[in-house]
């Protein structure tokens, strides 16, 4: 079968607080935001899902899946140092510069793209703490930190006690939840036939795609899910559209970064989504709940309708 | 001569690396570089013949042999410009954050920092050192000196031993080349965002722009970082020049290097300047400052106007320097 072009558009939904890591200020926890010029030629800062931290969990979560599922190559590879060999490699690509080795670089067929959030928003500050929990001797008694430090010292604990018994309060900038982000993944020329790998590449692709949407987040809480909107018909369904191909005859859903209305967002989104032909032997696009079958069901190894795909 | 220009939209914020590199901070210019935009036209062009992408190439030595790039200039004798946002109005917006670099702060072997997929003990490498020694990939003597190695060093080595005969090492690691200690270096990395740039390519004849409406609407990877595809495909046009002040709509070289008797462009005013590496026969690449668009000058310039209000100024002297030696 042909090698064949996999596009993943979704609008995707902070479920709950989330923090997208950037540098940290003195007792902050920053998060990154990215920067746009509207149309009428301001700059303004959005909060921000990069397309970097979305491959990372998605690569993650692949190495751990093909380990699983028996590969023996994958157990040489990792991040960052990757292996430039495993099946996860040849599609996510991989750069070994080992001096007297093998050197190289695989390109990667897989992208990720998006992730400018839709509405204006600052992010939420909060204050943390790590209240200290242990099991001492006497039971369950107040809060005392002398006893604790006592316990540590006891347990084989030397240095940095004060810290472990008596916390700091910092505090942590978060993405808020119910904000919205168009993520795109663009992925080209895969391989339908699973072969001696242990999934096929549009297999990997649409499982990455899926687990990364629970993992994504650093630290805890975790997660995201595709935003689901009476788009289509009278019924709520996700913000999704898949596109497999061998020559691309689709309007690309593509929101402008310097969108800020939801609404105008959705209806640019549904406007392009709509703009395809479904032509045999060359593009097909599916929208919604068939968008999420068709990944759900590519992801598992079940069969799908696409006639691309064996 | 004649032009053809094409809308990139890209589908997230973009990276295009400037020189000199740094591992510290990596800066991105504001436009698509004239060499970017050149491959990535080609690559377009592969695949919307279907046919497969060139495999990439480690180079590795001073001397460019321009035969071996690929790109619009070596392979279908036409010549990039570069790809600028439209308007001021839509220049692109810049921001950094951190990422962690992939490079160690020392050479050597790494004792396997990253994420443990996988922990082999003792027996487990013994048995893959057997099983390499019964390939004919490894000898009794690799066997001994792991043993005396492997005293000496601990799970993490064994570990780094285990990943190495995976990929087919051809001798045991000693545990004096592992680094004890490394870190991963944070950088601050540059990103910008732009709803469009509009890419320019120029040639001798017209049909040599012929296939670029071909590529409409295909996409693939644009720069150090980002992703973009082509949303619009515009007329060719003949090149004509007008004299007068302008600001240029793309970078515009700074030094008048070959000796054109009639080419009498001034600069007024210099925005940047940028260090830029461009295609050139006699030499491979060439490095030169060109001023950033928006710099105004005085002289010959084509004012292309592209579609509705949507007018480029592009100087003479750039189209002149990058299509130097490629076509006349």
Redesign the interface.
């Given at each position: 079968m042909p090698r064949i072009n996999l596009d993943i558009y979704s609008i995707v939904e902070a479920t709950q607080e989330l923090h997208f890591g950037n540098q940290k200020d003195l007792n902050v926890n920053r998060i990154e935001l990215a920067k746009i010029t509207t149309r009428e030629g301001e700059e303004r800062e959005k909060l921000y899902m990069s397309p970097t931290k979305v491959r990372g969990v998605a690569r993650r979560a692949l190495l751990y899946k093909l380990n699983e599922l028996g590969d023996e190559n994958v157990k040489s590879c990792g991040m960052p140092a990757t292996c430039g060999k495993c099946d996860l490699c040849k599609l996510f690509g991989g750069l070994s510069t080992t001096s007297g080795g093998e050197e190289g670089a695989i390109a990667s067929r897989v992208f990720q793209a998006g992730g400018v959030a839709i509405q204006e928003a600052t992010p939420d500050i909060k204050q943390r703490l790590s209240s200290p929990t242990y099991l001492l001797e006497d039971g369950v008694t107040s809060y005392d930190q002398k006893k604790i430090e006592e316990h540590l010292k006891k347990i084989g604990i030397k240095s940095g006690t004060s810290r472990l018994s008596k916390p700091m309060p910092y505090e942590k900038e978060y993405v808020q939840a119910s904000a919205l982000f168009p993520i795109y993944w663009h992925s080209h020329l895969l391989d339908p036939e699973k072969g001696e790998r242990k999934m096929s590449e549009p297999q990997m692709v649409a499982f990455s795609f899926l687990e990364m949407l629970k993992r994504i987040g650093a630290g805890h809480p975790k997660g995201a899910e595709i935003v689901h909107e009476k788009w289509l018909k009278d019924e709520k369904e996700p913000m999704l559209v898949v596109d497999i191909y061998i020559e691309p005859l689709g309007k690309r859903p593509v929101i402008s970064p310097a969108e800020t209305d939801i609404k105008a967002a959705f209806e640019e989104f549904t406007s392009k989504a709509l703009k395809s032909n479904n032509v045999e032997g060359k593009f097909e696009r599916y929208l919604g709940n068939e968008g999420e079958q068709l990944l759900r069901n590519l992801a598992s190894g079940e069969p799908v309708s696409s006639q691309f795909i064996a | 001569m004649f032009i053809r220009a094409v809308k990139v939209?890209?589908?997230?914020?973009l990276t295009f690396r400037k020189i000199p590199f740094s591992h510290k901070t990596i800066e991105s210019y504001k436009f698509i570089p004239p060499t970017t935009l050149s491959g990535f036209l080609y690559r377009l062009k592969l695949?919307?013949e279907?046919n497969p992408?060139p495999s990439?190439a480690?180079f590795k030595k001073n001397n460019v042999n321009l035969v071996e790039y690929y790109c619009l200039e070596t392979k279908e004798n036409i010549v990039s410009l570069g790809a600028y946002a439209c308007s001021?109005?839509?220049?692109?917006?810049?921001?950094s954050?951190?990422?962690?670099g992939?490079q160690v702060l020392k050479?050597g072997?790494?004792l396997?920092i990253?994420?443990k997929?996988?922990d082999p003990d003792y027996q487990q490498v013994l048995q893959l050192i057997h099983k390499k020694i019964d390939e004919g990939k490894l000898d009794k003597g690799d066997l001994e000196i792991f043993e005396e190695e492997a005293k000496k060093g601990d799970a993490a080595y064994l570990k780094g031993v285990?990943?190495?005969l995976?990929?087919?090492?051809k001798d045991i690691p000693k545990y004096s080349t592992f680094n004890k200690e490394e870190r991963?270096a944070p950088l601050d990395w540059e990103?910008i965002?732009?709803?469009n740039f509009i890419g320019l390519v120029v040639a001798s004849e017209e049909e040599k722009l012929y296939w670029l409406e071909d590529i409409e609407?295909?996409?693939?990877?644009l720069g150090k970082?980002?992703?973009a595809?082509i949303a619009e495909v515009y007329p060719i046009r003949e090149l004509y020049f007008t004299e007068g002040e302008f600001e240029s709509s793309t970078i515009i070289p700074l030094v008048a290097q070959y000796d054109f008797d009639d080419d009498k462009t001034e600069l007024s005013e210099i925005k940047g300047p940028e260090n830029l590496y461009y295609l050139q026969p006699e030499t491979g690449i060439k490095k030169e400052l060109f001023g950033e668009p928006g710099s105004k000058a005085r002289g010959e310039y084509f004012s292309y106007s592209v579609k509705g209000d949507l007018t480029l100024n592009i100087p003479k002297t750039l189209i002149r320097r990058l299509s130097h030696g490629f076509i006349s």
């Open positions: - | 939209k890209p589908t997230s914020p695949l919307s279907g992408l990439p480690y001021k109005l839509q220049e692109p917006a810049k921001f954050s951190v990422r962690m992939y050479s072997h790494s396997g990253d994420i997929l996988y285990y990943q190495k995976l990929n087919d090492e991963r990103y965002i732009a709803e609407n295909y996409s693939f990877k970082e980002g992703y595809f």
